[in-house]
């Protein structure tokens, strides 16, 4: 069975910079998704960024930019020139995207991130 | 842009009560899916749906759960008794149109209480 790891419950950041959250899996498929969801206090689920295991370059999308490390079963979010509105809960998410694959998502504990103005 | 929508926002039941959530996923997707969180954990899969019936569901998805596509829109979760520890928050989402395309959109959540 696949899992997914957050080992860090809380991160802070200040406003405008960088800060970095990590994720490790454990896989023993080949073909495979990642992907990281952000929770704000409204407790939607909204769709951050997605990695495709085959693509060896990382996936950005605007401030969001991961480092994906597949060796080391790695998948961290980096967020640059942080905003107020970055605050939330970010969960780390896998998907087989096998054969025998119908779409379940594993997700990792969480992250809580706060951002200081 | 499109989006999941779900009904209600919010649910309070008592023990033993059947409770249906309700949930609209995006019109041409093909792939409907719910999970639950529990306050303060992590978000888990209950079930996968295609084609009008169950592609995979977890070992939390028993025999007092049971999804259903009753017309063209809607996808309901059904909780036939409900039980104190299935107060949570309650996502549906779907994924397509063609294959499965690995981005799952969520819906806002129904929060259940069950007292």
């Known amino acids: 069975a696949q899992t997914v790891t957050q080992s860090q419950p809380e991160m802070s950041v200040q406003e405008a910079e960088t800060v970095t959250l990590s994720c490790t899996y454990d896989?023993?498929?080949?073909?495979?998704?990642l992907f990281w969801y952000k929770q704000p206090p409204s407790r939607q689920m909204i769709l951050v960024i997605r990695?495709?295991?085959?693509?060896?370059q990382n996936a950005t999308e605007n401030r969001f930019s991961v480092n994906f490390q597949k060796a080391a079963k790695s998948f961290s979010l980096k967020i640059s020139d942080s905003q107020l509105g970055d605050a939330a809960m970010y969960f780390c998410a896998y998907l087989n995207a096998g054969g025998t694959s119908y779409g379940k998502l594993t997700f990792g504990q969480g992250t809580i991130l706060t951002v200081h103005p | 842009e499109p989006e999941v929508t779900q009904t209600p926002s919010h649910q309070v039941t008592q023990m033993g009560q059947e409770v249906i959530l309700r949930c609209v996923p995006i019109?041409?997707?093909?792939?409907f899916y719910w999970y639950r969180q529990i306050l303060g954990q992590k978000v888990e899969f209950l079930v996968s749906f295609y084609n009008n019936e169950i592609s995979e569901k977890s070992e939390i998805f028993d025999d007092q759960f049971s999804v259903e596509r009753p017309d063209g829109s809607n996808f309901t979760l059904k909780i036939r008794s409900t039980k104190l520890e299935d107060s949570a928050m309650y996502f549906c989402?779907?994924?397509?149109?063609?294959?499965?395309?690995?981005?799952?959109?969520f819906g806002p959540g129904t929060r259940l209480t069950v007292t």
């Open positions: 896989t023993s498929e080949s073909d495979y998704y």
């Open positions: 990695q495709e295991a085959y693509k060896q």
């Open positions: 019109s041409n997707h093909l792939y």
């Open positions: 989402a779907s994924s397509g149109p063609v294959g499965v395309s690995y981005e799952q959109y």
